[in-house]
């Protein structure tokens, strides 16, 4: 099948508007989050009263992580063990 000027002009026409519309939708959006805002990471399986090395090497790390980034906060799950 051969294609006239017209028809390739218009296939062009329409291959770039596909394009076009592509790109757009993986253009960058309004951000939601702030660089200040403060965020709360729940982690579980902590350690308990019951293994007291794990315990206070677990509070250390959470300690220095929540000192080298104030913003974000470490909240243990105890309910996940």
């Known amino acids: 099948?051969?294609?006239t000027k017209k028809s390739r002009f218009v296939s062009g026409i329409l291959c770039l508007s596909l394009v076009g519309t592509i790109l757009t939708g993986c253009?960058?959006?309004?951000?939601?989050?702030?660089?200040?805002?403060?965020?709360t990471i729940t982690i579980g399986a902590w350690p308990t009263d019951a293994q007291p090395e794990q315990l206070k090497l677990a509070n250390?790390?959470?300690?220095?992580?929540?000192?080298m980034y104030p913003n974000i906060k470490i909240k243990p799950d105890m309910n996940e063990q």
């Open 1 to 3: 099948m051969k294609l």
């Open 27 to 39: 253009g960058k959006g309004k951000e939601t989050s702030s660089l200040n805002e403060e965020v």
């Open 60 to 67: 250390k790390q959470k300690a220095n992580f929540e000192e």
